[in-house]
DNA sequence: TATGAATGAGACTTCATTCAT
DNA sequence: TATGAATGAAGTCTCATTCAT
């Protein structure tokens, strides 16, 4: 794919993290995954790391040799996490925005979008659900995401400034804030759809995802 | 307030809850507000009842002549989070609906809503922070808001139809879906600003509200 | 009774324990029972003075009123133990010694010694099986048993020797090795019927005691 | 040994048990030999893990990698108890029977048998002591003697029986019972020169045992 | 490099005992 | 005198981490 190659160009610093991933040996990546695993389904503390080795397959003191600390494996998701979740999201946000707002309505773009960001964050919610939960105790693991982010918010600030010059989106909304709302509604439906699924019985995700870009992109209110 | 009295004749099933409440002792309360600081701070896990005990200025002893084990320390803030969150939560609900709506404009219902919503989030955040981590992984805490739940979905929908019959309210609009969307984003604004507020540099809380609501009833796109 | 008079004449180093069982309160006397019914169950250091108080339906802090400690409480067994079980025992013994072996077979006194031996053993069970396996651990418990058996050897001795004078007991055993065989088997027969019972399938109590009986004063082998 | 083969092959079934003790690791048996010395001292609930550990030379974590609780750590004494004691009970026992009862008096078979038997008994006084206390309150520690109880019980009444048709043993009793108080005689003894000792001074075994075994045999009554 | 037995600090919990009421 | 809430020392048990093999 030629384009792979030319959005790796725009995210030169992002680089290394995504490399440094081949450096994992296999068993490095199993105690990763059985982290995964384990962590999200009982929470960061209240995990074994008896109970991961087990899961790894591997013995309780290889893990020690690959992390020195029950907390550095907490650390060590970071690697995959960022490979597999964040850097996705951003790539795949640059390539939509430069490619698809070209000829396309705003309001496929915003659907893909929306679509394909809640598969990534279904397809990895162990791993972003323990991410998410830990951050809240150990702040630096927010680290990462703080350096990613306003990236992020530039780039959806650059595209929504360039559909309002096109005249596809209300001129007297800030554009970051704008984002903003969009986001939150996305980890609003995911978020909600997984923890009360079976009482809001959430149907379709197509279904759910069309209304909520309806919403957003025409409000709830007769206009009169 | 006359109001008061006219809304226990309301929800007369859930007035034993907070009565419930006045039971507590000096102590147990202590006890129950020295959890929700330890908790939220480092998680229910990672935290250790030497030190709810030292911040509730009591014995270790102590804490287990009001609780079994540790575990029934974090359920018995079940008790709190309904009388103080929970409840007022759908109190308020039906107070707005029932007053808010007959003269005033749906944005004002709303903002209402919105603003005494996430005041009362982040008046007990450290207690709902908790209580949602922790649902993660112990399910049987969600219980009581599965309970809870379904009386403020009838209830938002109820005041959605109506404001459709009134001609407010778009008519193609599933009304529990139209309030789902709502809640996310409300959570979702709260969630993002505690979490990352200082990334986004949220606002005066006011303005962010009202853009928030501006979306939601209006959307962003521009009609043609 | 003239008797009853006669025979405390006999003991009256022992006397002084007997009265001072009047002295007790009848509470106090509750918490006795309560810590024999708990302690016999469970054993002494895995019953819980709570158990005790509940059971005598005092609270736990009226215990520590009557005795300063729990092993008090254990200690303040040996009152009842001995106003029961031990001196009935003694009395019994002489009263049996005294009146019977005059005019009766040695068979029928000694039936009557261990059937209501083994009776006030089985009737106060509880009790005597508290302070036996205490009394291996806590062996001051021992010092009033051993205070009074010297006396009771002596009077079985004594009672020995005069069957021996009339023609009824071999010569060649030394009396007090005949005693403590006898006491071996009532003492062995109690236990292993209480613990083992289900195995061993006792049958009715006499019938049992006759065999003893029998084997005890005729053997089991055949005389060429 | 010859015989030792021979033996073998009359009990394949309790086998195992014993082959089962040889995989016990050095720690292993160590903790176990700890828990016997401090529980026998002082009894099971008042015995401290920390107190075994000390005994045993090793951490006190150590204990429960190999016992889950302490509970199961006096299960385990199960196992040495069964093969050091309960085992060579029954193999001696046939031994005795099948290869003494051809030539030799009944007198010396029974008094090997004694003999043999309470210096079993003594050797493991500390461990026979711990599990017969602890019985009384942990009813589940008696199955495994249950279940070996009645294959004794049916060898013993084989011997009684074949000794009742060579002229040796009195018709008129029933086998099982003559071996009942056989065995109560020999506890009996045990456990009163254990305890009480001191007040009765025994004297050299081997005459005590001798006058036991003339009473059981002989009986005390001077025939008319 | 991989193992897993051993460690020991420290967690949760129990419970005899005290003392203000 | 009787109570029972409060105590806190001490107990059982857990688990991250080490290290000899």
């Known amino acids: 794919m030629a384009e792979q190659e030319e959005k790796k160009d725009l995210l030169p610093d992002l680089e290394l993290d995504l490399g440094e991933e081949k450096i994992l040996t296999e068993k490095h990546l199993k105690i990763l995954e059985a982290a995964v695993r384990v962590f999200s389904e009982k929470g960061f503390s209240a995990s074994r790391t008896s109970e991961v080795a087990k899961e790894a397959g591997v013995s309780e003191g290889t893990i020690f040799n690959y992390f020195k600390t029950k907390k550095d494996l907490l650390r060590g998701l970071l690697v995959p996490l960022t490979a597999r979740v964040l850097r996705p999201f951003v790539l795949a946000g640059i390539e939509k925005v430069l490619n698809g707002s070209k000829d396309r309505e705003l309001a496929d773009v915003l659907r893909d979008l929306m679509v394909d960001r809640s598969r990534l964050i279904r397809n990895n919610l162990p791993l972003v659900k323990t991410m998410a939960v830990e951050a809240a105790y150990h702040p630096e693991l927010l ?11 530039e780039l959806a600030t650059a595209f929504v400034r360039e559909e309002q010059q096109r005249g596809n989106f209300r001129e007297d909304i800030d554009p970051t804030r704008a984002m903003r709302v969009f986001m939150s509604m996305v980890f609003g439906y995911v978020l909600m ?12 995700e197509e279904k759910e995802i069309d209304l909520i870009l309806d919403l957003y992109l025409n409000g709830v209110q007769v206009k009169k």
Do not use: A, M, R, Y
């Not at 759809?193 to 379709?204: A, H, M, R, Y």
């Open 193 to 204: 759809s997984e923890t009360l699924g079976d009482v809001f019985s959430f149907e379709e």
């Open 143 to 153: 680290e990462p995401i703080k350096q990613v982010l306003p990236k992020v918010v």
